[in-house]
């Protein structure tokens, strides 16, 4: 199973030994890497298409449905929650980024920037909703429903007391450049962010 | 009756009687000095004898889980849709063992079974077993067969939750244990149910207090009703529109009160077929293992704290439409699972077909089912 490219940042963030829970975790490819590295875990996914191959992967996985929280995990009871590209399809992303903090001592959330410059151009001057490689699909049929910008995404930890530890902006082809580094929001395709609940 | 046997079935077997002269002392405090269990196995058990897998029986399931004991027989045994070269339990790779329970009625010792100390049948008198007392009868078998360790304990309804207890109460003798369409604990609403299939059983006036065999007949009436009930609860009501709908037998109303609608065909034919296989004291004890059913309790009814000292894996499914044992029932058992840090997978299967769904051949149930004992199978090297 190869990883996609917000999935080899959050695994580089990592250390060996990590209690981990995925969010969304599809084919179970994240954990599959990790557990190499002796990170253990469970991966929760709402649809079952891809169980078979979660178990294949040796993965410890679990039909949950995100939209409901993480009710059935205690109080920081994991080293890293991790959410990767489905932040956008959360019904309400601000309680489930207090519920990644909450059951997590740290939390990884990546999501695909709206605010890159392809995103605006559609809008400003073809004037219709943008649609990407990492978005395809129409407006009328997408399941992301909540698409933001890493400036949306920064204000919302700052609204909910969450510190950015780390953070990594980058391109489909896992690549920095002068230009993402200058206007993130403007070059950056993919944006991994790692949070933690300020205490206070 | 099968033309011929089918690739994928285990083929013709035959079940095996196991004397056990030590004395197995239960849950209500009686002991049996000595007993029967009436077993089928399929596959081959291997060298270091660690693919053996156990499967329990629901309420009113038995040893023939699958193939057919004879070329006469209309069907195959009750789980032929998962058991079976290259099925989800692949008896290519696992050695499957499948007893009747104590108190059953297809061999083992229980009511219709003649009581030593007697001479006559145990009828009434037979002692109300548990789940936990038929963990210690399948353990006291899985000695006498050499396994010391199963691969994996197997079951859905009340076969789950024997498969539970298996891995509370003996930790280490078990590698994973496989709990589908099963609770906790039943809800009061399980126990009403029950209540209701009892009522039913012991108010016929052919019952006599459970001594129908002395009298030389059988309560026929009561037990057909506990089925029909317990059958309705056992679909769904999408099942049984699909399946019935308001067709009418005659094709018309009659404005009469006999059986008109397909649905009122069906149940009675359920009801005597069922009267005909199955013994009425056997129901009773059935339904009362499944209300006394609860590993909580002895652990100030906390879960976690239960489950906590569990060695195996477990897989845990359960399906959208299953109203007796639903999806929020077998979440109780993962949630506990999750809370006490062990690894666990748990499915919920999209079905129409209510709790009787785990006994059907539904593709993403049956794949998932099946990834995970392949996974299994790897690991013990079967």
Same mark, same amino acid.
């Given at each position: ?200 | ?70 070329? *006469? *027989? ?42 030593? =100390? &007697? ?79 009892? &009522? ?37 009501? =999408? ?24 649905? =009122? ?34 652990? *100030? ?77 790897? =690991?013990?090297?079967?």
């Amino acid at each position: 199973m190869s990883l996609r490219v917000d999935q080899q940042i959050i695994s580089d963030w990592i250390p060996d030994g990590a209690k981990i829970l995925d969010l969304g975790c599809g084919n179970g490819a994240l954990l599959n890497h990790l557990q190499q590295r002796n990170i253990t875990g469970y991966g929760l996914e709402i649809d079952n298409s891809k169980f078979a191959d979660c178990i294949r992967a040796g993965i410890n996985v679990l039909q949950a449905d995100l939209d409901e929280g993480l009710s059935q995990f205690a109080d920081q009871s994991f080293d890293f929650v991790i959410l990767s590209q489905t932040l956008q399809a959360i019904k309400r992303p601000d309680f489930l980024l207090r519920e990644i903090v909450r059951v997590g001592k740290k939390g990884i959330i990546g999501f695909p920037n709206f605010g890159h410059w392809q995103c605006r151009m559609q809008l400003a001057l073809g004037g219709r909703m943008p649609v990407s490689k990492a978005l395809p699909n129409a407006w009328y049929e997408t399941p992301n429903i909540h698409l933001c910008t890493i400036q949306d995404f920064e204000q919302l930890c700052s609204m909910n007391n969450l510190t950015v530890l780390n953070h990594s902006i980058v391109n489909h082809e896992h690549k920095d450049s002068l230009g993402i580094r200058l206007l993130p929001n403007l070059f950056g395709q993919i944006a991994v962010y790692l949070v933690q609940q300020q205490n206070d | 009756m099968p033309e011929s046997i089918p690739a994928d079935s285990v083929g013709l077997v035959s079940p095996t009687t196991l004397h056990i002269d030590s004395p197995l002392k239960l849950d209500c405090g009686r002991t049996l000095p000595s007993y029967d269990l009436v077993y089928e196995t399929y596959g081959e058990l291997n060298a270091d004898h660690s693919n053996a897998v156990l499967i329990c029986h629901a309420l009113s399931g038995d040893h023939h889980a699958a193939g057919y004991n004879s070329m *006469d *027989d209309r069907k195959p045994g009750w789980w032929d849709t998962a058991i079976g070269p290259g099925k989800a339990i692949d008896t290519n790779r696992f050695f499957v063992v499948c007893p009747n329970n104590l108190g059953g009625c297809k061999g083992s010792t229980g009511p219709n079974t003649i009581n030593p =100390e &007697t001479g006559e049948c145990y009828g009434p008198d037979f002692p109300i077993v548990t789940v936990p007392d038929w963990v210690r009868s399948q353990a006291v078998l899985a000695d006498k067969l050499g396994i010391g360790q199963w691969a994996a304990v197997i079951g859905g309804s009340l076969g789950g939750m024997q498969a539970l207890q298996w891995a509370i109460s003996l930790p280490e003798r078990i590698k994973h244990t496989v709990i589908i369409a099963a609770a906790p604990k039943l809800s009061a609403q399980n126990i009403a149910f029950n209540e209701v299939a009892r &009522t039913a059983i012991k108010s016929d006036p052919d019952f006599h207090d459970g001594d129908y065999m002395r009298f030389n007949t059988l309560p026929r009436q009561g037990l057909g009703l506990a089925r029909m009930l317990g059958h309705i609860t056992y679909l769904s009501d =999408e099942a049984m529109g699909q399946k019935f709908g308001r067709e009418l037998r005659s094709g018309a109303i009659q404005y009469g009160y006999d059986v008109e609608f397909q649905i =009122e065909s069906y149940l009675r034919y359920q009801s005597t077929s069922f009267v005909e296989r199955f013994d009425a004291n056997t129901y009773l004890l059935m339904t009362k293992a499944l209300d006394y059913f609860d590993p909580a309790k002895e652990f *100030d009814d906390d879960l976690t704290r239960t489950v906590a000292n569990i060695e195996a894996k477990s897989l845990v499914i359960s399906f959208t439409s299953d109203w007796r044992f639903s999806p929020v029932r077998s979440r109780e058992i993962v949630n506990a699972l999750l809370a006490a840090g062990k690894p666990v997978t748990y499915a919920e299967i999209e079905a129409h077909q209510g709790h009787d769904a785990f006994l059907m051949p539904i593709p993403r149930y049956l794949d998932i089912f099946g990834t995970y004992m392949q996974q299994i199978a790897a =690991e013990v090297a079967a």
